[in-house]
């Protein structure tokens, strides 16, 4: 399901950006793009993920680790 969220920075509340969200009941990760991190100036610690899809397994690739975000129902 496909659905309109808020997304901010718990630092800075008044700058939020309007986006769609994808909710998946199966995941247990949230993921953002590094362009909407830039533009809430969101910071992250680097990190490491190991992804599996159906056309590969263990897969490593470079990400960050983001904390201070929000996320509100539209």
Known sequence: MVVPVWVRSINNP???????AILDDQSNVSFISHGLCNRLHLKGHPT??????????DVVVDSS?????????Y
């Open 14 to 20: 008044p700058n939020e950006v309007l986006r769609y």
């Open 48 to 57: 490491k993920l190991s992804l599996t899809t159906v056309q590969e397994s």
């Open 65 to 73: 680790k983001i904390n201070d975000i929000e996320i509100l129902d």
